[in-house]
């Protein structure tokens, strides 16, 4: 075990002695240096800044979270906006979420942000036994936790960090565009309610018929009861010469520590007119994907999900520590 550990572990250990049941403090200090030195490295940069005494976590729930930029964005905020908040990338199986829920009154946190695969499933936990905000109810996924008011409280904060980065990087009116999503998973359900929320003319979504359908079906809901004229299909493939204005990737295809293609195959994008489309791509690391390569080569305008990862993050933030946008 390396200084650099040592020197964490007592750090930490007092604050993590409830997590110790399901998640060794050194052993997963071993494996998150080995994995991820970015996210170590802000780790070590946080400390001084920190009240050993006082300190909360800010988690990230997934599997796997390795790859993840999140740490090292949230613990320089941290440095920033002195909150006495360190924030770590948890690698979990469903049941050891689960004791986390369970028992977030003992544990030192202020919060969680969520990624693949439980926004889904601790949207349904958080369904039954907590809140949820309009828009989590809406996407029907979770990507943010804290506890307020006696209850858990589940929010989405993807949908805003997709759509604040739009803005920003491509600044182009949604409004009666057609898109083509590809997923169906968190990710794909936040994106879908920001598009809708911009008054897109027309979605496509790509996926297994089951997911698909379900994800097609409450998003129709949503758009009637929010008096919306918006026509959503879903479909198993991308059909050949397909013409829409925006295409989105929005599964973890290209994503480090994921298959490199998941059954995705980005080559059917070629027969397709990308002439007027922009390509946006939901995977932050690597920045460089293949699919949004396919759109850069040909000199089209491309939405990195980078920007995506920073915008949610600090509305996430907001919201967990009780802050006005």
Known sequence: MSERVDKI?????????????????RDYLIELEAANESAFLSIEDALPHLD?????????????????????????????????????????????VKYILENW??????????????KESIYNYLHEKGRLSFAALAIGAVNTIYYRNGFLQGENSDWFG?????????????????????????????????????????????????????LKQDMDNFCQETHRNINIVAQEYL?????????????????VGFA????????????????????????????????????????????KGRGMLVNQAREARSVVLGKAR
């Not at 070629?270 to 690597?286: A, T």
Request: proline letters at 5%; glycine letters at 6%; one cysteine or more.
């Open 162 to 214: 997709w759509l604040r980065s739009w803005k920003i990087s491509i600044n182009e009116d949604i409004r009666g565009k057609k898109a083509v999503v590809f997923g169906a998973g968190g990710a794909a359900r936040a994106v879908i309610y920001a598009l809708i929320q911009e008054n897109i003319g027309s979605i496509k979504i790509i996926n297994s018929p089951l997911r698909g359908r379900k």
């Open 260 to 303: 490199p293609n998941l059954g995705v195959n980005w080559q059917r994008l070629l027969e397709c007119d990308l002439s007027n489309s922009v390509g946006c791509d939901l995977v932050s690391n690597p920045t460089e994907t293949l699919f949004v390569c396919l759109f850069a080569q040909r000199g089209r305008k491309v939405l």
């Open 105 to 118: 009154s003992k544990i030192p946190m202020v919060g969680a942000n969520v990624t693949y695969p439980y």
């Open 9 to 25: 572990l007592a750090f930490l250990q007092d604050r993590w002695s409830i997590l110790e049941e399901v998640v060794s403090l």
């Open 52 to 96: 050993k005494r006082t300190f909360k976590f800010f988690f990230l729930l997934g599997n796997p979270t390795w790859h993840s930029y999140s740490p090292s964005i949230h613990n320089h905020l941290s440095t920033l906006d002195k909150s006495n908040l360190l924030y770590l990338p948890l690698s979990l199986q469903e049941d050891e």
């Open 239 to 255: 059909h050949v010469g397909e013409v829409a204005d925006i295409y989105i990737n929005a599964t973890p295809c290209g994503q």
